[in-house]
């Protein structure tokens, strides 16, 4: 396992969080995520979830985000 760290843009609530919280859980591979206002944690297999499907999952769910 490995934790991956995030800053994201574009988040102002607790619904934000949620939001981006339920993303990240929904990419295969990802075991536990920690979201605040602006970044976020991420635990995750490095064999099956990639860098590029836990941003990509947050771009889609309209926020942009960049390993920290």
């Known amino acids: ?4 760290n ?6 102002s609530c ?3 969080v949620a939001a ?3 993303a990240l859980k929904g990419v295969k ?3 536990g ?10 635990t995750l297999d490095p064999q099956v979830a ?3 499907k836990v ?7 309209g926020y942009a985000a960049n390993v920290a």
Not at 33 to 42: D, L
Not at 55 to 61: N, P, Q
Request: aromatic residues 0%.
């Open 1 to 4: 396992m490995e934790s991956l």
């Open 29 to 31: 591979g990802v075991s």
């Open 33 to 42: 995520t920690k979201v605040e206002i602006g970044r976020a944690t991420v």
């Open 55 to 61: 941003l990509d999952a947050v771009d889609e769910a």
């Open 50 to 52: 990639t860098v590029d």
């Open 6 to 11: 995030l800053q994201i843009s574009g988040m």
């Open 14 to 16: 607790g619904h934000c």
């Open 20 to 22: 981006v919280d339920k």
